[in-house]
């Protein structure tokens, strides 16, 4: 996981909150992975996030992506990170990073910006919502 940090750290701007920073880093391995126990504790049971076709997925939708192979995340690199914590329990995410994910048939490359409000609920940090487009600097690409 340190590399993971290290990765994440150095594109970090702004202050630096090293209890999400972590957060993070165990997401994006947890995603690299298909490590479905881990993203399952990482993720509210009531997660309202909106994919990049701006459809609304629960946890349960992404979780069994996961666990089928239907979404594989072949590449993650982050390129951007800004953190902004609103209380003890509550913090939002901005995150830029090239993808390479493998969905159903296809397989799609590009640039995403992921908007994620990470809540700690009964002692536990978990994702409670967010949203995935592509990025503006850099549309994605199918094949």
């Not at 329990?89 to 799609?108: C, E, G, K, N, P």
């Amino acid at each position: 996981m340190t590399d993971a940090l290290a990765a994440l750290r150095s594109v970090l701007l702004g202050p630096d909150d090293p209890e999400i920073v972590a957060l993070e880093a165990a997401l994006r391995a947890a995603q690299l992975a298909a490590d479905v126990e881990a993203l399952d504790r990482l993720i509210a049971e009531d997660l309202l996030f909106t994919g990049p076709d701006g459809q609304l997925a629960t946890k349960a939708q992404d979780l069994a992506a996961h666990r089928s192979g239907a979404l594989r995340i072949r590449e993650h690199i982050p390129t951007e990170l800004r953190i902004r914590r609103l209380s003890s329990d509550a913090a939002i995410v901005a995150l830029r990073t090239r993808l390479t994910v493998d969905v159903q048939d296809s397989t799609v490359t590009g640039t995403y910006r992921y908007t994620r409000i990470w809540a700690r609920e009964d002692g536990q940090w978990r994702v409670a919502g967010g949203h995935v487009a592509p990025s503006a600097d850099a549309r994605a690409t199918s094949s």
